[in-house]
């Protein structure tokens, strides 16, 4: 367990939080198009939009790999 303390301790702030915030941006970035899109019904959206928001990483990850194929062209 020290051994791990001692490799964290080299981190400083920034390297964290880039990654942290990269990951917000792209969740955020989710909701805004699942929220802004057209779906073939509300029940779709509904349901990626939970999905997202309640599983976070999960949700991003199969909403982008998944998700976007379902909407409707604009």
């Known amino acids: 367990m020290s051994n791990l303390l001692l490799f964290l301790g080299g981190f400083g702030g920034i390297e964290l939080l880039l990654p942290l915030l990269g990951l917000f941006l792209l969740w955020l970035y989710a909701v805004v198009e699942i929220v802004t899109g057209t779906f073939q019904?509300?029940?779709?959206?509904?349901?990626?939009?939970?999905?997202?928001?309640?599983?976070?990483?999960?949700?991003?990850?199969?909403?982008?790999?998944?998700?976007?194929?379902r909407r409707l062209a604009r």
Do not use: S
Not at 43 to 69: A, M, N, Q, S, T
């Open 41 to 69: 019904n509300n029940i779709d959206k509904l349901v990626w939009l939970l999905l997202v928001l309640v599983v976070p990483l999960v949700g991003v990850f199969l909403y982008f790999l998944i998700g976007r194929r």
